[in-house]
């Protein structure tokens, strides 16, 4: 089931058939023309491999560096990837960022969580000139950053994710009153309100609570408080696997919780130890022209499907290393100058299943036009997504399993 919500103002999914040839390619191409084949393409990946968003963090990072595997040997450039680990933590994330930079690394792949990817954009990426591209990043504040146009994102804004939310407590659930309970940074803040002012009902409460507490049952009593309909639990695993095991124990009085992106997790009620058939999810989809490509892919790398945002780390990484084929060198600003180049309408197209293609024709100084897994990937003048989707989730067996499917843009 799909559904159309309007928002501001495709190429046929090729077959992942195309695989099987780039696969077997041993033959460098591209060189000359718009990027200078042969010269090494830097490019950092910043995401939470430990901390509270561990479990999903790695997940991601797998995304991000997938087009490494995929690429290298099959194109006239090499690719330099550099980890650096956020925890999950501002500080930890600046620290990261400051280490990519001053090694020259232009651009990066992240940071994921919202409340660490704005102080290490205002505190590094910007200031020091170097092109931040989250996969997973969704606050609205992002959209209003004072960036000099460096900071990118394949996930798309909270102020959306609000609506869908408001949208499956009253239309799907039924529900008329709600309370919310967030992780007290700006990911938790700015999408508890989104979803309150969205919703048709009565939001009786906004609680906020800390990350990797003990106990949550005192936030827990205040957000059940007057009984809702609905509970909103808007975290992140580490923190979920707490506060769902005491919610069970102590608190479990039917009600539909909805939990967002950040807790879509199919490890959680195993950690938790309950069914939590209770729940319905949200989090924004891979829906993009390359996706089935890109899925294949992800599945012979790693052995197991994609999660929430792998193929947004795909795309993240492919567009700022196809960026930086056109800047010619390895230069933030020139990089950041180019990634609408790379990814924007305009030139032939390109996604996952002919990766390599793309960057010979970057090369070349050829018009692309990449069409991303997660979506056909076409940056706003704020380095937003123009079209997005969202998926709603229920936990069947344990699983997170996707039931439908919710649209803006186009």
Known sequence: MSQQLNRRTMLKGAGVA?????????DMIGGGGGGGGG?????????????????????????????RSQLEGNIDFTIDLREEDTETNPQA?????NTLINNGYPSVTGPASSGVNLQVTRQSLIPKGAVGNSPSSTSPAVTDLEDDDYVFRTAPSDALQGQVIAQ??????????????????SYGQALSQSFADSFSGEVLQ?????K???????????????????LVVIGYPASGVQLFRDYYSNYDAGHDIVVTDGLIDNELPDNVDNDMANVTGTAPK??????????????????????????????ATAICLLANVYAGENSGSTVRDNMRKAANPGGEKFNASN??????????????????????????????MKAVSYGIFKVEDRDFTETESVQFGG
């Open 206 to 210: 906004q609680i906020a609570f800390q």
């Open 93 to 97: 994330g600046i620290q990261g960022a």
């Open 355 to 384: 990766l390599a293609e793309a960057f010979e024709a970057a090369a070349a100084g050829d018009d692309i036009n990449y069409q991303g897994a997660s979506s056909a990937c076409n940056f706003d003048d704020v380095g937003d």
């Open 18 to 26: 195309g695989l099987t040839g780039l696969a077997g390619c041993t």
């Open 286 to 315: 891979a829906s993009g022209p390359g996706r089935d490509a890109f899925d294949q892919m992800y599945q012979d790398e790693y052995g197991r499907s994609p999660g929430v945002f792998n193929a947004h780390a795909y795309d």
């Open 212 to 230: 990797e507490q003990s106990s949550y049952s005192s936030q827990l009593e205040e957000a059940l408080a007057g009984d809702p309909g609905m």
């Open 39 to 67: 010269r090494t393409l830097k490019h950092g990946v910043l995401l939470p491999l430990t901390g509270d968003l561990a479990s999903l963090g790695k997940l991601i990072r797998d995304g991000a560096i997938l087009p």
């Open 168 to 185: 499956v407590g009253s239309d799907n659930l039924g529900n008329s009153s709600a309370a919310t309970m967030y992780v007290n940074n």
